[in-house]
């Protein structure tokens, strides 16, 4: 499954800042950077549009997804100006539409449906990675490439993730009080730590990355140097 290029495997918490690392260690090693919950949102985004039942909280007489799944292409196109992987869903760009708080509220129930995490999962591994890759997610080093070259496990104090939260919603003039942002957090951890299909797990071989006190060169620092202990970088 390796290809020649280092692949790069970041997994952790919600709102505690893997794509921001991600997407900065992408660029210091000139590697292409894939944000995988840009995927399960763009799907969610789909449900919206054609008005398809969640699954039940319990899992229990779901409906059959697989005909929903045929009509899902999901792609990234770099943004020219940005030089930035922007998601698109049948041809649309969702790259805005993905951050909005009713998408948030309904993401993890999407992403618990099996088939959709394997439909999701075969995608992720047939990206283009000769270059080499930094992919982010909650199962990219225990499911997607467990023979990544770096596995690093990110988490955060809740408080503080749900500040960083804040004030991102807040910039990008989307409204949300602290409380909902809070109790989403809440809801996604466990949601996602719990469910049946490839829960978030520490993969195998993962180094942990808290960041609550870190600011962004510490974690890139941190980064390189397991890199480089590794013999991946100079
Ligand atoms: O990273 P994010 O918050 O944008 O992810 C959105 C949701 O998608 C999140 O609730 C968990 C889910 N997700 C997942 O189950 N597996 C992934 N590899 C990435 C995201």
Redesign the pocket.
């Known amino acids: 499954m390796r290809s020649n290029g280092v692949v790069i495997a970041i997994?952790g918490h919600?709102?505690c800042g893997?794509?921001t690392v991600a997407r900065a260690i992408a660029d210091r090693l000139g590697i292409r950077y894939i944000?995988?919950?840009?995927?399960?949102?763009a799907v969610t985004v789909y449900f919206m549009q054609n008005n398809i039942p969640l699954p039940a909280v319990d899992g229990k007489d779901n409906p059959d997804y697989r005909p929903v799944l045929e009509k899902i292409n999901i792609e990234f196109h770099d943004n020219l100006k940005t030089g930035l992987a922007e998601v698109y869903l049948n041809g649309q760009n969702v790259n805005e539409e993905?951050r909005s708080m009713e998408v948030?509220q309904a993401?993890?129930r999407?992403?618990?449906i099996k088939e959709i995490?394997e439909k999701?999962v075969w995608m992720?591994q047939h990206l283009d990675r000769h270059k080499g890759i930094v992919?982010?997610?909650?199962?990219?080093g225990t499911t997607?490439f467990p023979d990544a070259d770096l596995k690093i496990f990110m988490t955060a104090d809740i408080n503080i993730r749900a500040q960083r939260r804040f004030d991102e919603l807040q910039r990008k003039g989307i409204k949300a009080t602290m409380e909902e942002v809070v109790e989403n957090l809440r809801m996604?951890d466990h949601?996602?730590t719990n469910?049946e299909a490839?829960p978030?797990r520490m993969a195998d071989g993962a180094v942990v990355l808290d960041n609550t006190h870190l600011n962004r060169e510490q974690q890139l620092d941190f980064i390189v140097k397991s890199l480089q202990h590794k013999g991946l970088s100079d």
């Open positions: 997994d919600s709102s893997k794509s944000d995988s919950g840009a995927m399960y949102r993905i948030s993401v993890s999407v992403s618990s995490r999701m992720q992919m982010d997610g909650r199962d990219i997607v996604r949601d996602d469910r490839s978030l």
